[in-house]
């Protein structure tokens, strides 16, 4: 340990009192030539109507954008699903259900003013109004 700082001791008094009569000066016979400059290329951005990935075109600006038709909400008549009966002897179902307050019994397929019942269980049934269907489930 005493010869570690020893050298770092050795080192720092040699560095502060530093002999000048050592120094060297190198002369250079080489002239001096500057470098030759390289101008930039410039470039610009354009803007890109295709798509790189898809390879397709974008639209053109100032088109009508395409508006959704949104189909008229049907306005349901009331339905109330009252339950299920089932014969004991034939295994069919057959569905109360109040259609404009009036009792109907149905069955599968069946279809009374304008409702078409698709199937049904226990629970829930699914009917058909106009194209659109529709769960109803039991009236407790």
Do not use: C
């Not at 189909?71 to 009252?82: A, D, E, F, L, R």
Request: glycine share 8%.
């Amino acid at each position: 340990m005493v010869a570690v700082w020893g050298t770092i001791g050795f080192k720092a008094w040699d560095g502060l009192n530093g002999n000048d009569s050592e120094q060297i000066v190198q002369n250079s016979t080489k002239p001096f030539i500057p470098k030759k400059v390289v101008i930039a290329d410039t470039f610009s951005v354009q803007n890109i109507t295709r798509d790189p990935f898809l390879g397709t075109i974008e639209k053109q600006k100032g088109s009508k954008p395409e508006r959704m038709i949104v189909p008229p909400k049907i306005k349901w008549i009331p339905i109330v699903y009252n339950g299920i009966l089932k014969n004991n002897v034939t295994g069919e179902h057959v569905y109360v259900l109040q259609i404009n307050n009036k009792e109907h019994l149905l069955k599968r397929g069946n279809k009374i003013e304008g409702i078409t019942l698709i199937k049904g269980n226990s629970k829930s049934i699914v009917v058909k109004y106009k194209g659109e269907q529709k769960t109803i489930k039991l009236y407790e």
